[in-house]
């Protein structure tokens, strides 16, 4: 199987070796050809306006969102999210988002002040172990639709979430030594 990493900006050099370092074959997704052949996709944090800005301008946006509804596994995590997203708050006007799973995200929305966090997270379908979450100017969900699946929380918050095949966090899986997010994803 072979999963994509988009590589516009942001953290998708570490998601790419967490999938390496469990035997996934990676490549990192710039233009459209790239999707090509793919199994997954990972969408990764970083910052979501230039993201969106950048997938624009190499003629993303379409063949990301058509990727998403094809039913192939999609992991999205922080600024990922809220592209992945039906809905995004506080966001610039001409920010986009795919649609991909139907939740709202609010940019920031932890607040200015709490700029970043870790947090011990239970996770339920990942065992009693719990799971050690990094937030650094996370988003918060602000709605989840009745497709969507809350698998964990954060202050009562859906913290990560699934719908079908598209999984998504507000915290950075791959910036810890616990696969177990990815091993997740890489079984759906
Ligand atoms: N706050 C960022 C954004 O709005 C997301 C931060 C992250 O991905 N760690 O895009």
Do not use: W, Y
Not at 56 to 69: G, M, V
Not at 78 to 100: F, N, P
Not at 113 to 139: K, M, N, T, W, Y
Request: hydrophobic content about 45%; some cysteine; charged content about 20%.
């Amino acid at each position: 199987m072979t999963t994509g990493v988009l590589a516009l900006q942001g953290a998708f050099a570490l998601h790419q070796s967490r999938l390496e370092s469990l035997g996934e074959r990676v490549v990192q997704v710039r233009i459209p050809a790239d999707l090509e052949g793919l199994d997954r996709l990972v969408v990764p944090g970083g910052e979501s306006t230039t993201v969106s800005m950048l997938a624009e301008r190499f003629e993303l946006i379409e063949p990301l969102t058509e990727f998403a509804q094809s039913g192939k596994a999609v992991l999205g995590t922080c600024a990922g999210a809220i592209l992945l997203s039906a809905e995004i708050q506080d966001g610039r006007a001409d920010q986009r988002c795919l649609g991909a799973i139907d939740i709202s995200t609010r940019r920031n929305g932890f607040g200015r002040q709490v700029d970043s966090f870790e947090q011990e997270v239970q996770i339920p379908i990942l065992g009693e172990l719990p799971f050690h979450a990094v937030c650094i100017r996370a988003p918060v969900i602000e709605r989840v639709g009745e497709s969507v699946t809350v698998l964990a929380t954060i202050d009562s918050r859906p913290a990560l979430v699934r719908s079908g095949a598209i999984m998504v966090s507000i915290f950075h899986p791959e910036l810890v030594d616990d696969l177990r997010i990815h091993q997740l994803f890489l079984a759906m």
